[in-house]
T-cell receptor, first 119, second 112 residues
């Protein structure tokens, strides 16, 4: 099992260019997340999805769009890249929270990351 | 909104010593507190977690304590080894069912 994979591993863009980052998982997890990691800032949630066909905004969604057409894939798009979007992007997945349980928390499994530089 | 503060940002210890990383959170409804370890060039990986109905949890050399009244929780690593060198992140749920809010990380260096 590959777990969580991200494509590409590295990318350099010019300001104004667009691109799509792909996250793929073979763990059959319902939840998928996109984070960005900047030096000294920790991990910040961009968008997330609680199931196929659903998406929701996280802490820092501006400038990004996402789609979850298939359960195993979560795409992150940059329509017009800006230098402020230079970062390392991580995808993560987790199991469906069993909401009928009083406490039900699920480990997030992270991909290896995509290093994006916008010039 | 929820805020998670983590200290120190860097920590250097000698092999065999203990290391302690502390986090505070602001949302009293937060009820799940995981710790992630990130090695160079890799994604974070869960190492231990604690739920709000528990005060302490231990897994071999790693332990986490939670003080709900003071809204802080800590990671304790005993008998540190060079392979413990990494960046450690604490996190807390946004409210009782929300997504995770991460601290800014602690870079731990264990010197042989």
């Amino acid at each position: 099992n590959a777990g969580v994979t991200q494509t590409p591993k590295f990318r350099v863009l010019k300001t104004g260019q667009s691109m799509t980052l792909l996250c793929a998982q073979d763990m059959n997890h319902e939840y998928m997340y996109w984070y960005r990691q900047d030096p000294g800032m920790g991990l910040r949630l961009i968008h997330y999805s609680v199931g196929e066909g659903t998406t929701a905004k996280g802490e820092v969604p501006d400038g990004y769009n996402v789609s979850r057409l298939k359960k195993q894939n979560f795409l992150l798009g940059l329509e017009s890249a800006a230098p402020s979007q230079t970062s390392v992007y991580f995808c993560a997945t987790s199991r469906l929270t069993e909401r009928w349980l009083a406490t039900s928390y699920n480990e997030q499994f992270f991909g290896p990351g995509t290093r994006l530089t916008v010039l | 909104g929820e805020n998670v503060e983590q200290h120190p940002s860097t920590l250097s210890v000698q092999e065999g010593d203990s290391a302690v990383i502390k986090c505070t959170y602001s949302d009293s409804a937060s009820n799940y507190f995981p710790w992630y370890k990130q090695e160079l060039g890799k994604g974070p990986q869960l190492i231990i977690d604690i739920r709000s109905n528990v005060g302490e949890k231990k897994d071999q050399r790693i332990a986490v304590t939670l003080n709900k009244t003071a809204k802080h929780f800590s990671l304790h690593i005993t008998e540190t080894q060079p392979e413990d060198s990494a960046v450690y992140f604490c996190a807390a749920t946004r409210g009782s069912q929300g997504n995770l809010i991460f601290g800014k990380g602690t870079k731990l260096s264990v010197k042989p």
